[in-house]
């Protein structure tokens, strides 16, 4: 009978720890911690596999109403990042996002594409301190940009090209990733 009983409790906390991990806030950090461990540094595509961007017929919406056209940013390199609040692999990459706008932004265009609430991402922002260029959709994404899944990020070059094309987090803040940022802005 101890035995049985003893079976219970063990299987009774693990459905407990799992319901913890999977809907509670607490499990969210702890998926956060997780994306942040096992995060990578993004590698460049393929040179046969690299598409170009052939519509950059965009716009987007930043946080104070005004319209971004993405068409003005061509020729320049951009880094095209789509993320959300409630994704803990989003959540995760944030902060070396942050370290890398804060030393490229005025060298690369940042556009970080929120798929969220607008009030929960200003919140968001807000609470952890961040200063990146947020916007929401206001047309239809370019094909090539598109991506069924987030966090996506791209970086592109000059020539429009998606030079780095990588779903889930990632460590954006690398020395490769630095250097070939330093490369594409020279070029």
Known sequence: MKKIEKKRLVTLLMVVALVIFLFTPVGFHIKVQIN????FNPTPVAEREQQTIGDY???LRD???STFYFEAQKGQ????NFWATWCPPCVAEMPSLQQLYNDYGDKVVFVFVAQDQEKRVKQF??????ELPVYFEA???PTTLFSKSIPATYIVDK????IVAKTG???????ETRKLLDQLVIQ
Do not use: M
């Open 36 to 39: 942040r461990l096992l995060a």
């Open 77 to 80: 390199v951009i880094l095209v």
């Open 57 to 59: 017929d965009w716009k």
């Open 169 to 175: 987090a990632a460590d954006w803040n690398s020395d």
């Open 139 to 141: 047309s239809t994404t």
């Open 63 to 65: 946080l104070q109403d």
């Open 125 to 130: 922002l807000t609470q952890n301190g961040y």
């Open 159 to 162: 020539s429009g090209k998606i």
